[in-house]
């Protein structure tokens, strides 16, 4: 099956510091990629939609300026934590969807701890 | 509104002994019906998936799912539980608008086996 690769796994920053997490298809060109975040013990929910060469969709109630996405390429999206509080301690989640695609593949994840 | 419910919180069961994880899903038009298994601190990985036609779909790992649309269902069973399969099992139910499959998720079942 398709591979996405996400990076770092883990990540620990001060408080006010930006974090950036990389999201790559490795083995396919996706169009679309989604981040979703996950409490402990929680579900994920969906946090925006990014599409390649354009901006990014965001689901109500997330903050556009305080995770900031980008689609650059094919392969390769990324989410910026700017000005990281402890309260965006999470682990982010991406998908990649593969062009006509009807399925995302999924990242292992990225722990973040903000101190 | 489109949502999706797992009753089970957690489950536990023996080693050996067959599995049943409910999904109850609210959803507009015929959905496509996903169960994905995440192990700690880890991604998610594809059971198995149903988008149309038979309505009893098998998937890795041994897994099975029945789609039952008057029910509006989608339980996933195993035969035969083994010890790896604790994990948290997640439902999920997609496309929304746009044509993009990005997904809304249950909250999960987390599944505990006794040797």
């Known amino acids: 099956g398709a591979v996405v690769s996400q990076h770092p796994s883990r990540v620990i920053c001060k408080s006010g510091t930006s974090v950036k997490i990389e999201c790559r298809s490795l083995?396919?060109?996706?169009?679309?990629m989604f981040w979703y975040r996950q409490f402990p013990k929680q579900s994920l929910m969906l946090m925006a939609t990014?599409?390649?060469?354009?901006?990014?969709?965001?689901e109500q109630g997330v903050e556009k300026d305080k995770f900031l996405i980008n689609h650059a390429s094919l392969t390769l999206s990324t989410l910026t934590v700017t000005s990281a509080h402890p309260e965006d301690s999470s682990f982010y989640i991406c998908?990649?969807?593969?062009?006509?695609?009807?399925?995302?593949?999924f990242g292992q994840g990225t722990r973040l701890t903000v101190v | 509104a489109q949502s999706v419910t797992q009753p089970d919180i957690h489950i536990t069961v023996s080693e050996g002994a067959s599995l049943e994880l409910r999904c109850n899903y609210s959803?507009?038009?015929?959905?496509?019906l996903f169960w994905y298994v995440q192990s700690p601190g880890q991604g998610l990985q594809l059971l198995l998936k149903?988008?149309?036609?038979?309505?009893l779909v098998q998937g890795i790992k041994g897994f099975e799912a029945e789609f039952k649309r008057s029910q509006s269902s989608f339980n996933l069973r195993k035969p035969s539980v083994h010890w790896s399969d604790a994990a948290e099992y997640f439902c999920?139910?997609?496309?929304?608008?746009?044509?993009?499959?990005?997904?809304?998720f249950g909250a999960g079942t987390r599944l505990a086996v006794h040797p």
């Open positions: 990014s599409n390649e060469g354009s901006k990014a969709t965001y």
């Open positions: 149903y988008f149309s036609g038979d309505t």
């Open positions: 998908s990649a969807q593969p062009p006509q695609g009807t399925e995302a593949f």
């Open positions: 083995d396919f060109q996706a169009t679309t």
């Open positions: 959803y507009g038009a015929t959905p496509y």
């Open positions: 999920a139910v997609g496309p929304f608008s746009g044509g993009y499959n990005k997904l809304i």
